[in-house]
């Protein structure tokens, strides 16, 4: 193989490294709108006797991790849950300002649509019983609607709008009316 090339131009690894930043822009030096500070945004502060306001029994580690870093950045409290039995015990055994406001169910995890309809009987009206699944199942949708499911999305769609859903939720009534 032919290397004289390299004599003439000289050998890249003998050259001294790039002084241009390529972090926030491309070669050309174009950020495509991109904030130039690579700092985030500071997150919100979660008060140590914060309720838990959101209840979730979601074992998809992506899910969660997602499901984590944005109540991180909003500041809510959120409760992940595996044992239904107790969980529910403890649920219905708090007073009623207590309670959570969301309850999350993944549908492809264990066995939400026994636990929705004793949820819905205990708790009545001031919970929300969201559940989430694949595009593609359009039966478990039914079902889940039919066990007391308020609302049931694609997984994308729950992603998609989890900022809201935390926001909503999340907060006390009456953090909700300062920021008003």
């Known amino acids: ?21 390529f972090r926030h822009s491309n070669a050309n030096g174009n950020t495509n709108g991109r ?4 700092e985030l945004e500071p997150a919100a502060a979660v008060r140590a006797d914060a309720p838990t306001r959101i209840i979730c029994f979601i074992e998809d580690l992506f899910v969660v991790a997602k499901l ?14 595996k044992a239904v039995k107790e969980t529910l015990a403890a649920i219905t055994d708090a007073p009623e300002a207590e309670r959570p406001s969301l309850i999350v169910f993944d549908l492809n995890n264990g066995k ?19 559940g989430f699944l694949q595009h593609i199942q359009g039966d478990l949708k039914m079902k889940a609607i039919e066990a007391g499911c308020d609302s049931v999305m694609p997984r994308s769609a729950f ?6 859903l935390l926001r909503r939720h999340g907060l006390a009534e009456e953090e909700e009316m300062v920021g008003a």
């Open 68 to 81: 984590q870093e944005t109540a991180r950045k909003l500041g809510v409290k959120v409760q992940f849950a």
């Open 159 to 164: 992603s998609q709008n989890l900022p809201n």
């Open 35 to 38: 904030n130039e500070s690579p």
């Open 112 to 130: 939400p649509l026994t636990a929705i309809p004793k949820l819905k009987s205990k708790l009545k009206r001031g919970t929300s019983i969201i």
């Open 1 to 21: 193989m032919d290397h004289s090339y390299r004599a003439v131009n000289g050998n890249v690894a003998d050259s001294s490294p790039s002084t241009l930043d």
